[in-house]
């Protein structure tokens, strides 16, 4: 019904910038919250950043200052911009939408991942 894909990621140096897309299409009637979480390696999967459908930003101690949070609505896609990278950010990045699926008389809310992306930055 809806289907997520992530792009962006790669291998940067230390103190380096990566955008990470995620673009949602399908049978959408729309897109409420929407966030980014990220896994290392033998570590639980972590929320990074989130943003509401009112325009409300959160993110994670470990983040704030270096990554921004930003959606496209008219394109239904997910963006995060990070700048600053450190070696300690590596990690596949999961995008994660809260989404109204249209479905029959009234449209369904779904919570849909991404497929990942994987991030490395090198020291």
């Known amino acids: 019904q809806v289907q997520l894909v992530e792009s962006g990621g790669g291998l940067v140096e230390s103190g380096g910038s990566l955008r990470l897309s995620c673009a949602a299409s399908?049978?959408?009637?729309?897109?409420?919250?929407m966030a980014w979480y990220r896994q290392a390696p033998g570590k639980q999967r972590e929320l990074v950043a989130a943003?509401?459908?009112?325009?409300?930003?959160s993110y994670a101690d470990s983040v704030k200052g270096r990554f921004t949070i930003s959606r496209d609505n008219a394109q239904n896609t997910l963006y995060l911009q990070m700048n600053s990278l450190k070696p300690e950010d590596t990690a596949v990045y999961y995008c994660?939408?809260?989404?109204?699926?249209?479905?029959?008389?009234?449209?369904?809310?779904?919570?849909?991942w991404g497929q990942g992306t994987q991030v490395t930055v090198s020291s």
């Open positions: 994660n939408l809260e989404v109204a699926v249209k479905q029959g008389v009234r449209p369904m809310m779904y919570f849909y």
């Open positions: 399908g049978s959408i009637f729309s897109i409420n919250a």
């Open positions: 943003l509401t459908t009112a325009g409300s930003t």
